[in-house]
Each structure stands twice: as structure tokens, then as C-alpha cells.
């Protein structure tokens, strides 16, 4: 039986239209006045009729899941308490591989851009206030007390708190940002950073070194941020990244809170722990957990069955892992070779004058152009990013076979995209470059020169190592879904074993053709032909197609894999 769905007008909606920043430190913890306060003042506006679309369009979402869900329950053959057991024996496998020997750091920078705009303007200190134009990007904790956040529309901040000041960004946040990173980097020069104000270190080695506890050492490494900076840091510490991430917000601003190194107490913590504060859960995912009955990480148990039935939907072995409190301990700089895009947006009031907008784009490109020259990268793919006035975002992208990273070629091809959909009503504007090119870097090679360059390599059979990258998380954000132990991690180099244990001493020595990359003999009329037949259309069509696996392939039965890997349970 499907449970009712909330009303429009009621729960989902109002829960919607208070943003995704409710668990942000400084807020009431019972926000349900704060939140029909933002329901009753966004009604009418175009934000409010956008959000009012996306909850209907979620809920038939979740319409749907509970239909599947009920539909995969009562088939013939399938077995709850045989399913849970399998689960059981999974959990029993993860928990044997947690790593508890690593000392891991989150730190977050209390309230970054309004502390720095204190720093700037002393006369704010104490006063209710907010850093941005027509959405803010933080709030004074003295603007939070009334239930001011960052992600917030100034109209619905300004009725909150009526006193509230508004402050527009300064450009002195990234001195104090590298200040902060530079003293970071002294208790671990491999550090993380996850954002101008956050980010990961990794003090085993450290404290060690010091012969002093981990308590102690991010005591100190706070109260040296504040006498060099002026700023206040929040920390948590414990066994991997994404228990540390959980930690550093117990005690904000200016606190710290040490995760027991136990997995009993550890499993205990994270019984009761809403879903919603685990990194990466945002709105729409916790209220697709909240219709099948998972609130707290507790409740990932309860229904660990409907997980593996819906493993496709919900991503079963992640919430076994965040329901256990593992996750991984790694923490490395992001490496260059690591990045996807790089990009910069504007976002300001509502604009519908042609050349205002385009003076806008104009500056994203200018920004765009000075990251591109200081970080040295180039590329190929434009997207344009624009958001109307009614808070609907769309994209519109082009590709060319020219490297592109100047103003003026940003500037002609965001013209190019935009004026096309224009007379619109706009509020934010923004380019984004993909296909990058790394110019500090050597410049791999691809297509025919890959294959002339093949006769220099050592192994013709060996893909380039470029191609490892696709498996890299995006820049600067850590993977918690990684195992904790980094040697159980997938490894390119254990399948480049795996296949040569396989191959026989007398099999045919094969190129790498430059169009589809398939393994070809080297003799000159079996590689002629194929390549003949490879640089038709419709043969590179064919090929690429071939080469992507459907979802069904890549995934596979997970339950089952598992269940074969996990050890057999002794006490039955």
C-alpha cells in the first residue's frame, strides 16, 4: 500500500522554501515558525511558484519509488529475511575492513566571508548582518538567531530580520583563505583543501612526531589560525573524512569534538544521526530516504531488505557504509590531473536590458580568463549557465577543435549561446570550459599520433595513464564513498596483472587502433583493413557505442558479488 503524499501546500513544500541550509550552526533548533514565516513571504513570488514545481515534480518521484517498491516486495520469490540475511553478511564484511589507525581533521572557517567582513569593517561585530546581493552567501551569527542563512533571497532575510544589514562581497578573501591553508600545511603537507574555508589533514604522523594527543594538536592548530589571522576555526576529529566532517559541526563557532576511536561507540553515534546530516545527502535525497523510512542512520538497518531490492535507486553498500560510520581515511592535495572544469558565474537583481546582461557576461569573462592564465588551463567545450528571474536554470554549450581560454573568444561564443534565447528576464549568468588542457603539464598524445608514438613504449597493450584519471573524484571534494582502506581501493595496475596472467605466449602481438581504440594484430593487412573500415562514419558511431557499457552491464548484481566475497559467519 502507497502512503499518502504530503500536501502541497503543507510539510514538503514549506521544508522546501527554508533552502538547503537548515542545519547551518547559529540556528534555532525547532525552525518551524522561521520556516512558515519564509513559506508565508516567498507566496506569489516566482521563486516561490519554481519551488512549488520542483516538490510536485519530486513527489511524483517519490509516487513512483514507493509503487516500485511495494512492487518488488510482493513478487513471487522474494524472500525479506533471506535478503537480510545477505545484507548481514555484507555489513559483516565492511565492518572487517574499518581502519581506525588514521587521525583524520576537518576544519571550517566560523561564518568565512562575514568574519572576514568584520575584520574589514570593525563597527559590524555584534550586529545582524549578511554578505550578498539578491541571495545571500553567509550571515553573521547574530542574523542566523532569526533564522537568516546562507542560500537565503535578501526580500525573505529582510523579513526575518528587519535590522538586518547587507554587505556586498569584498575582495579580501583570499589572502586570509592561503593564510589559513599555509598554516594548515604545517601539520600536514599533504592537506586537503575542500574550499576556500574548509578542509582535510591527516596529523597521524604529526602527533607522532610531537608525542602529543590529537585533542591537543588541533587546539593548537586553531588557536594559531586565530593569532594569525584574526580568524576562529571549528574542528572535528576522527578515524576518516566523513565522520571528521560531521564532528567539526558539533561545536561551531570556534569549538572542536573528538570522535571516540571505537566502532561500537562509533556505530552507536551513528545510530541516531539524521540522515540529513551525512555529507552529500541533500533535500531531494533525504526526503526520497523519508518516504521509504529512513530518517536516522539507524533506520538504514530496519529496512537494510527494501535498501537491496532498490539498490539501483538508493545505492545499497554507500548507506551500509554510512549506517557503520566507514568511510574513506585518505587525505592527498587534488592533483591537477584531477580536474574537470573550471568556470565563473555572476549572480545580481533581475535583469532584462540586453547590453546590461552582456556587460555581465563580460565580466564572467574577464574572471574566467584570469583563473584560466593563473592556473594555466585551456579548453575546448563552452557552457553558457543562465538562471531567469523565476529560478529555472539552463545550459547551452558548444564545442570546437581549438584550444580557447581568452576574453575576447569567451566573450564571442557566451554572445553566441545567449542571444538566441534572449528577451529573457536573467539573474544569473555564468561560463563554464571543460575538455580541459593541463599547460604546465606534457601534452599527451591522442588519436593517429598515439598510435605513431605506440612503437616508443615499452608495452604497445598499455593504455595511457591519462585514462586513469576518469575514475579521480572532482577537484577538492574528498571520497567518502572510497573504502577506508586504501589498499582495497580499484587499482589499474592489479588488472594490467590480471590480464597478462591470462594471456598465452603465443598470442598475436596487437596495436591499439588511434579511432576505436580496440586491441588490433599488428600484420600490416589485418590493420589495414580494419582501419579502412574504422575511419568510415559509421563504423566510429558503431565503435563508441559499443564501447559504452549499459547501466545494467556496469553494475551488475552487486547483492550477489558481495554476499560471495563476504566471510562466512561462525556463530549460526
Same mark, same amino acid.
Given at each position: 500500500m502507497v502512503e499518502p503524499l504530503p500536501s502541497q501546500e503543507t510539510a514538503s513544500l514549506v521544508k522546501r522554501l527554508a533552502g538547503p541550509s537548515t542545519g547551518k550552526a547559529g540556528l534555532s533548533k525547532d525552525q518551524t515558525d522561521i520556516n512558515r514565516v519564509i513559506a508565508d513571504v516567498s507566496k506569489g513570488s516566482k521563486f516561490y511558484e519554481n519551488e512549488k514545481k520542483k516538490d510536485k515534480e519530486l513527489s511524483k518521484k517519490i509516487e513512483h519509488i514507493l509503487h516500485l517498491r511495494d512492487d518488488l516486495i510482493n513478487r513471487p520469490g522474494v524472500n525479506l529475511a533471506k535478503t537480510e540475511a545477505q545484507v548481514d553478511q555484507i555489513l559483516h564484511k565492511l565492518e572487517s575492513e574499518r581502519d581506525l589507525s588514521q587521525t583524520i581533521v576537518h576544519f571550517d572557517l566560523d561564518s568565512f566571508f562575514a568574519s572576514v567582513e568584520v575584520l574589514n569593517d570593525p563597527t559590524l561585530a555584534g550586529k545582524p548582518f549578511a554578505v550578498g546581493h539578491s541571495v545571500l552567501s553567509t550571515a553573521s551569527y547574530e542574523a542566523r538567531k532569526y533564522g537568516v542563512r546562507s542560500g537565503m533571497a535578501t526580500f525573505v532575510a529582510k523579513k526575518l530580520c528587519p535590522q538586518l544589514i547587507m554587505v556586498s562581497h569584498s575582495s579580501s578573501y583570499s589572502e586570509p583563505s592561503h593564510k589559513v591553508m599555509e598554516i594548515c600545511s604545517r601539520y600536514d603537507p599533504q592537506m586537503c583543501p575542500a574550499g576556500c574555508d574548509e578542509g582535510y589533514l591527516n596529523i597521524t604522523k604529526y602527533c607522532a612526531e610531537h608525542n602529543i594527543s590529537s585533542e591537543a594538536c588541533v587546539e593548537h592548530l586553531r588557536s594559531t589560525v586565530f593569532n594569525e589571522t584574526k580568524l576562529t576555526v571549528s574542528a572535528g576529529i576522527a578515524p576518516n573524512l566523513m565522520l571528521a566532517k560531521i564532528c567539526s559541526d558539533k561545536n561551531k563557532p570556534n569549538g572542536q569534538y573528538s570522535m571516540p576511536f571505537d566502532s561500537v561507540l562509533i556505530k552507536s553515534f551513528m545510530k541516531e544521526l539524521p540522515i540529513r546530516r551525512i555529507p552529500g545527502i541533500g533535500r531531494v535525497s533525504e526526503r526520497l530516504l523519508e518516504s521509504i523510512g529512513i530518517k536516522t542512520c539507524g533506520d538504514i538497518y530496519t529496512h537494510r531488505a527494501t535498501l537491496s531490492l532498490m539498490d539501483k535507486q538508493f545505492g545499497l553498500i554507500h548507506l551500509l557504509r554510512t549506517h557503520l560510520g566507514i568511510a574513506s $581515511?585518505?587525505?592527498?592535495?587534488?592533483?591537477?590531473?584531477?580536474?574537470?572544469? *573550471?568556470?565563473?558565474?555572476?549572480?545580481?537583481?533581475?535583469?532584462?536590458?540586453?547590453? /546590461?546582461?552582456?556587460?555581465?557576461?563580460?565580466?564572467?569573462?574577464?574572471? +574566467?580568463?584570469?583563473?584560466?592564465?593563473?592556473?594555466?588551463?585551456?579548453?575546448?567545450? *563552452?557552457?553558457? /549557465?543562465? /538562471?531567469?528571474?523565476?529560478?529555472?536554470?539552463?545550459?547551452?554549450?558548444?564545442?570546437?577543435?581549438?584550444?580557447?581560454? %581568452? /576574453?575576447?573568444?569567451?566573450?564571442?561564443?557566451?554572445?553566441? +549561446?545567449?542571444?538566441?534565447?534572449?528577451?529573457?528576464? *536573467?539573474? +544569473?549568468?555564468?561560463?563554464?570550459?571543460?575538455?580541459?588542457?593541463?599547460?604546465?603539464?606534457?601534452?599527451?598524445?591522442?588519436?593517429?599520433?598515439?598510435?605513431?608514438?605506440?612503437? $616508443?613504449?615499452? $608495452?604497445? #597493450? %598499455?593504455?595511457?595513464?591519462?585514462?586513469?584519471?576518469?575514475?579521480?573524484?572532482?577537484? #577538492?571534494?574528498?571520497?567518502?564513498?572510497?573504502?577506508?582502506?586504501?589498499?582495497?581501493?580499484?587499482?589499474?595496475?592489479?588488472?594490467? %596483472?590480471?590480464?597478462?596472467?591470462h594471456q598465452s605466449p603465443f598470442q598475436r602481438e596487437t596495436h591499439q587502433c588511434p579511432v576505436c581504440d580496440k586491441q588490433i594484430p599488428t600484420e600490416n593487412h589485418a590493420f589495414n583493413a580494419h582501419l579502412d573500415s574504422c575511419l568510415s562514419r559509421s563504423a566510429i558511431r558503431q565503435a563508441q557505442a559499443e564501447a559504452r557499457p549499459s547501466p545494467k552491464q556496469a553494475q551488475g548484481n552487486m547483492l550477489e558479488r558481495w554476499t560471495k566475497m563476504a566471510p562466512k559467519r561462525l556463530d549460526r
Open positions: $581515511n585518505t587525505v592527498q592535495p587534488p592533483q591537477r590531473e584531477e580536474r574537470k572544469s *573550471i568556470g565563473a558565474e555572476r549572480t545580481f537583481s533581475p535583469l532584462q536590458d540586453k547590453q /546590461k546582461i552582456l556587460d555581465k557576461l563580460e565580466e564572467v569573462c574577464a574572471e +574566467l580568463e584570469s583563473d584560466m592564465e593563473q592556473t594555466q588551463w585551456t579548453g575546448r567545450t *563552452i557552457t553558457l /549557465k543562465y /538562471k531567469l528571474d523565476s529560478f529555472e536554470v539552463f545550459t547551452r554549450a558548444k564545442s570546437f577543435d581549438r584550444w580557447i581560454s %581568452k /576574453k575576447e573568444e569567451l566573450f564571442a561564443i557566451g554572445q553566441e +549561446l545567449l542571444l538566441p534565447e534572449l528577451p529573457l528576464t *536573467i539573474r +544569473l549568468i555564468g561560463l563554464r570550459v571543460t575538455k580541459l588542457k593541463d599547460l604546465r603539464g606534457p601534452n599527451p598524445s591522442t588519436g593517429i599520433k598515439r598510435f605513431f608514438d605506440a612503437g $616508443n613504449s615499452p $608495452n604497445p #597493450n %598499455k593504455k595511457p595513464k591519462l585514462a586513469d584519471s576518469e575514475e579521480v573524484p572532482d577537484e #577538492n571534494l574528498p571520497d567518502f564513498a572510497s573504502p577506508a582502506n586504501p589498499s582495497v581501493k580499484p587499482s589499474s595496475s592489479r588488472n594490467e %596483472k590480471s590480464r597478462t596472467q
